[in-house]
C-alpha cells in the first residue's frame, strides 16, 4: 500500500514569510531621488569644467627676459675677468701648472697673471719678469706683456720681460713675438732669439739653452749692462745695492747661486775696478776705486 505524504525542503526560503517582512520595513530617504540626480550632474558639470589659465602680460615678460640677460651676463663677465695670480718673491723660484697642465717656472721677482674660468676660450697670460714656459699643444698661447706679446700653439721658449727689457728665446718649436702694438713681428725656431731695443724687435741666434740656466740656480750674461746684473743679483738673494752713477759697463758671465754674494760681487766688479762695501746687513754700496 502506497501513502502520498507532503515533504518539506528546509533549504528553501519561506517566500510568503519574506514577503510580510519587506512588506512591514519602510525605509526613509533624507533626499528625494530627484534631488539626488540633480546634486550628481551638479558635480559632474563642475569636473568637466577647463582649468584656468592666466596669461603673462607684456610687461612681466619683458622683466623675466631681463632678468636671465642681467643673470647670464652676470656670469660671463665673471668668467671672463675672474684672474688668479701667482708672485715670486726675491730669493725664490716658483713652478706653476696652468689649467690645460702647460707648465711655467717663474724666477724670482716675477708675477703671472691668468683667467682659469675663460681658459677654454683663450689661453692668455701675462708676465711681469721672467719665466720659461713649457706649453701643451692647443690653441693659441699668449704671453702678454707691458712690451711685447708672444704667441705660440705648442712649445717651449723663456721671456725675459722687465721694465724697459724684452727678449724671447725659443728653445722647442716655434714662437711669434710682436710688439704691443702688432706692428712689428718676428717668428723665432729653437736657439733664436728676439729682442726689442727701443723701438726695434731684433732677431739673432743663441745658445738657447743659456737662457733657462736660471731653472737650475745658475746664472749666465753674455753682453749684459751691468746694472741688468746687479738686478739679478738683488733678486736671488734678497739683498739691497746703492749703485753710484756713471757705472754703465758691459758684462760677460755666470756664477751659480750656492755661490756667497760678496764672492759673487767679487767677480763682477773686480773687472771694472768697482768696490763694494757692505753698510748694513743685505745693503751694499759699489763705486768705482778711486
Same mark, same amino acid.
Given at each position: 500500500?502506497?501513502t502520498?505524504?507532503?515533504? /518539506?525542503?528546509?533549504?528553501?526560503?519561506?517566500?510568503q514569510?519574506?514577503?510580510?517582512?519587506?512588506?512591514?520595513?519602510?525605509?526613509?530617504?533624507?533626499?528625494?531621488a530627484e534631488?539626488?540626480?540633480?546634486?550628481?550632474e551638479?558635480?559632474?558639470?563642475?569636473?568637466?569644467?577647463?582649468?584656468?589659465?592666466?596669461?603673462?602680460?607684456?610687461?612681466t615678460?619683458?622683466w623675466?627676459?631681463?632678468?636671465?640677460f642681467?643673470?647670464?651676463?652676470?656670469?660671463?663677465a665673471?668668467?671672463?675677468?675672474?684672474t688668479?695670480?701667482?708672485?715670486? /718673491?726675491?730669493?725664490?723660484?716658483?713652478?706653476?701648472?696652468?689649467?690645460?697642465?702647460?707648465?711655467?717656472?717663474?724666477?724670482?721677482?716675477?708675477?703671472?697673471?691668468?683667467?682659469?674660468?675663460w681658459?677654454?676660450?683663450?689661453?692668455?697670460?701675462?708676465?711681469d719678469?721672467?719665466?720659461?714656459?713649457?706649453?701643451?699643444?692647443?690653441?693659441?698661447?699668449?704671453?702678454?706683456?707691458?712690451?711685447?706679446?708672444?704667441?705660440?700653439?705648442?712649445?717651449?721658449?723663456?721671456?725675459?720681460?722687465?721694465?724697459?727689457?724684452?727678449?724671447?728665446t725659443?728653445?722647442?718649436?716655434?714662437?711669434?713675438?710682436?710688439?704691443?702694438?702688432?706692428k712689428?713681428?718676428?717668428?723665432?725656431s729653437?736657439?733664436?732669439k728676439?729682442e726689442?731695443?727701443?723701438?726695434?724687435?731684433?732677431?739673432?741666434?743663441?745658445?738657447?739653452?743659456?737662457?733657462?740656466a736660471?731653472?737650475t740656480?745658475?746664472?749666465?750674461?753674455?753682453?749684459?749692462?751691468?746694472?741688468?746684473v746687479?738686478?739679478?743679483?738683488?733678486?736671488q738673494?734678497?739683498?739691497?745695492?746703492?749703485?753710484?752713477?756713471?757705472? =754703465?759697463?758691459?758684462?760677460?758671465? =755666470?756664477?751659480?747661486?750656492?755661490?756667497?754674494?760678496?764672492?759673487?760681487?767679487?767677480?763682477?766688479?773686480?773687472p771694472?775696478s768697482l768696490k763694494?762695501?757692505?753698510?748694513?746687513?743685505?745693503?751694499?754700496?759699489?763705486?768705482?776705486?778711486?
Amino acid at each position: 500500500m502506497k501513502t502520498n505524504s507532503k515533504h /518539506s525542503d528546509s533549504s528553501s526560503p519561506n517566500w510568503q514569510k519574506l514577503e510580510e517582512l519587506n512588506s512591514k520595513v519602510t525605509v526613509k530617504w533624507e533626499s528625494s531621488a530627484e534631488d539626488i540626480w540633480t546634486k550628481m550632474e551638479s558635480q559632474l558639470t563642475e569636473q568637466k569644467r577647463p582649468a584656468k589659465v592666466i596669461a603673462l602680460n607684456r610687461s612681466t615678460w619683458q622683466w623675466a627676459v631681463a632678468a636671465v640677460f642681467v643673470l647670464l651676463l652676470g656670469t660671463t663677465a665673471f668668467m671672463r675677468f675672474y684672474t688668479e695670480s701667482a708672485i715670486v /718673491s726675491a730669493g725664490e723660484h716658483r713652478l706653476v701648472e696652468l689649467p690645460d697642465q702647460s707648465k711655467v717656472q717663474l724666477n724670482a721677482g716675477s708675477e703671472l697673471t691668468w683667467h682659469p674660468y675663460w681658459w677654454q676660450v683663450s689661453r692668455e697670460v701675462e708676465l711681469d719678469g721672467e719665466a720659461y714656459f713649457e706649453v701643451q699643444k692647443g690653441s693659441r698661447f699668449v704671453v702678454a706683456s707691458e712690451k711685447g706679446n708672444t704667441a705660440v700653439l705648442g712649445t717651449s721658449f723663456n721671456i725675459f720681460a722687465r721694465d724697459d727689457a724684452y727678449r724671447v728665446t725659443c728653445l722647442t718649436g716655434k714662437v711669434q713675438v710682436s710688439t704691443t702694438d702688432e706692428k712689428k713681428q718676428v717668428v723665432l725656431s729653437p736657439n733664436e732669439k728676439a729682442e726689442l731695443l727701443g723701438a726695434e724687435l731684433t732677431k739673432s741666434t743663441v745658445v738657447a739653452s743659456e737662457s733657462i740656466a736660471w731653472i737650475t740656480n745658475r746664472f749666465v750674461f753674455a753682453g749684459r749692462p751691468i746694472q741688468e746684473v746687479f738686478d739679478e743679483i738683488e733678486r736671488q738673494y734678497k739683498v739691497t745695492f746703492h749703485v753710484d752713477n756713471g757705472i =754703465n759697463f758691459t758684462y760677460s758671465g =755666470n756664477f751659480e747661486k750656492q755661490t756667497d754674494v760678496k764672492q759673487v760681487l767679487g767677480y763682477v766688479c773686480r773687472p771694472f775696478s768697482l768696490k763694494f762695501t757692505e753698510e748694513q746687513p743685505g745693503v751694499f754700496r759699489i763705486e768705482k776705486s778711486n
